[in-house]
Nanobody, 115 residues
Framework: VQLQASGGGMVQAGGSLRLSCAYS????????MGWYRQAPGKERERLAT???????TYPDSVKGRFTISRDNAKNTVYLQMNALLPEDSAVYYC??????????WGQGTLVTVSS
């Protein structure tokens, strides 16, 4: 499975961004996909996951602000981020878990939120 994340950039606090993760390869083996982020000096943090059946989960820290979705026709998973805060600044990654299990990661995309 290959993953290509995009959509990062700089935004002011309170603004919105939508990240995209295009996937290819053995996509029918994907059990779930997710978005994570990692800020300098911090551990990687799970933000959202979506199963092959479309079930989504979020940690309380982003619930209500972030929304994960997928477009199967475009082989793309999105992360809509609203009401962004400076502490949301980080490198954002998408991943995919396939049966095995094996986990694949895309390259990160940088999000910078200015105050």
């Amino acid at each position: 499975v290959q993953l290509q994340a995009s959509g990062g950039g700089m935004v002011q606090a309170g603004g919105s961004l939508r990240l995209s993760c295009a996937y290819s390869g053995d996509i029918f083996k994907i059990n779930y996909m997710g978005w994570y982020r990692q800020a300098p000096g911090k551990e990687r943090e799970r933000l959202a996951t979506i199963t092959a059946g479309g079930i989504t989960t979020y940690p309380d820290s982003v619930k209500g602000r972030f929304t994960i979705s997928r477009d199967n026709a475009k082989n793309t998973v999105y992360l809509q981020m609203n009401a962004l805060l400076p502490e949301d600044s980080a490198v954002y990654y998408c991943n995919a878990e396939v049966s095995g299990p094996y986990v694949y990661w895309g390259q990160g995309t940088l999000v910078t939120v200015s105050s």
